[in-house]
């Protein structure tokens, strides 16, 4: 794509996702992590007035749709920002919904009508005890658990309970054990435990990875910490032709410049902003998304995922173990237990099998045979890898 008007025509409902960083900086140490080794925008907040011009923007220039996934951060924590009920307030005026994510180190101190615009807040963790903490993020943990649960009941009580919570719980080799205790803490607070490998977000670290540019002292620490097969197996899976950042996301920053991916610090490489929202004509800005020579590097190198890939950020042992407990305890006392349990092994097998026909119509002759039409929707959505969309290709025709 070249000009605007052959974006409009390719993608008439906009960007699949929109990052608009409205604190230019995190707090966390993160060293994965292009924030934690970026400090390129240290102390600066989005202007309400900037983020204002930046939302008529993205509607005039029709990037934003009701379908798009809208998120007030990238790189930067946004709950430092001292006006963020003014941000949020501003998303409402122009019926725009968004996540939150934080890592919980300060509670702001939300206002009911502020809160209408928010539909779940993300709470990222990389474990769940001090000596986690002290390798990624730096902060005091006991800290942290109590500003999740301040977090939680206070929004809670604003939103009457509609807003949900999810702790990303990021897996390194040294923390997989805290998974359970950090479970039950989740199960105490009603919030949804979503745990997922740890990855090299930076991407000029993971192309000395690929390369083997990078130094052997680095190497040999990450490989004590990341679960590099991981990585292994997505590069291995990823396209040589094709990066689904570049083609369906949008990230700006608290300038309101746009970067070609939030994978790169511009620090190393200024050349990652392609133009501003507000002041650069936009057919350049998005010649430039379309035709920038990092994105073929990385494309090549296999960093980058294909549209719809499901990327396996999930272990096979917390769905293998800790979900089908959950099921179990639940459906303990269930008369139909032993039936609804084969189901839920059938419901995953589909979904582990790209959703073969076959087992398509097995789930249906079970779901019959033994009249189980209530728990479908339950078990898929609750107990699966994909939830919501293994229970839509369940009962799609």
Aim: charged fraction near 30%; hydrophobic fraction near 35%; charge should be negative.
């Amino acid at each position: 794509m070249d000009t605007l008007s052959e974006f409009q025509q390719s993608m008439p409902h906009g960007f699949d996702s929109i990052a608009i960083d409205i604190v230019g900086f995190c707090n966390a140490k993160c060293k994965y992590c292009p924030a934690g080794n970026d400090l390129t925008n240290k102390g600066k907040f989005i202007d309400p007035a900037l983020f204002e011009q930046i939302l008529q923007k993205l509607i005039e220039y029709r990037f934003y749709s009701h379908s798009t996934n809208f998120h007030i951060y990238c790189l930067g924590e946004p709950c430092l920002h001292p006006q963020i009920n003014t941000i949020l307030r501003l998303l409402s005026k122009y019926n725009v919904r968004t996540t939150i994510s934080t890592n919980a180190s300060i509670v702001p101190a939300f206002e009911r009508d502020a809160l209408e615009s928010v539909d779940r807040f993300l709470i990222s963790a990389p474990g769940f005890s001090q000596s986690s903490y002290d390798k990624i993020h730096g902060f005091d943990f006991e800290i942290i658990k109590k500003n999740i649960i301040k977090l939680r009941k206070s929004v809670e009580e604003l939103s009457d309970g509609r807003i949900k919570f999810d702790l990303s719980y990021h897996i390194y080799q040294f923390n997989e054990a805290e998974m359970v205790p950090a479970k039950a803490f989740c199960n105490t607070f009603d919030i949804r435990f979503a745990p997922n490998y740890a990855v090299m977000l930076d991407k000029d670290q993971c192309l000395d990875y690929v390369t083997g540019d990078m130094s052997f002292e680095e190497l040999k620490d990450i490989s004590k910490e990341i679960f590099l097969g991981v990585l292994d197996q997505q590069i291995k899976d990823a396209p040589r032709n094709y990066c689904d950042f570049q083609s369906r996301f949008l990230s700006v920053n608290v300038d309101g410049d746009i970067r070609i991916c939030s994978g790169f610090h511009r620090r190393k490489d200024p050349d990652i902003v392609i133009g501003n929202l507000i002041t650069d004509h936009i057919d350049e800005i998005i010649w430039r998304k379309y035709h920038h020579p990092r994105c073929e590097k990385c494309i090549q190198a296999g960093l980058t995922l294909s549209r719809g890939y499901e990327c396996k950020v999930y272990p096979d042992g917390y769905y293998d173990i800790m979900k089908e407990n959950d099921f179990i305890l639940e459906y303990l006392k269930d008369e139909k237990l032993q039936e609804k349990l084969r189901l839920l092994k059938l419901v995953r097998q589909y979904e582990q099998e790209d959703y073969k026909a076959d087992l398509k119509q097995a789930i249906f002759n079970h779901v019959r045979e033994y009249s189980l039409q209530p728990d479908i929707e339950k078990i898929a959505v609750n107990y699966t890898r994909f939830g919501l969309k293994t229970y839509q290709k369940i009962i799609e025709k």
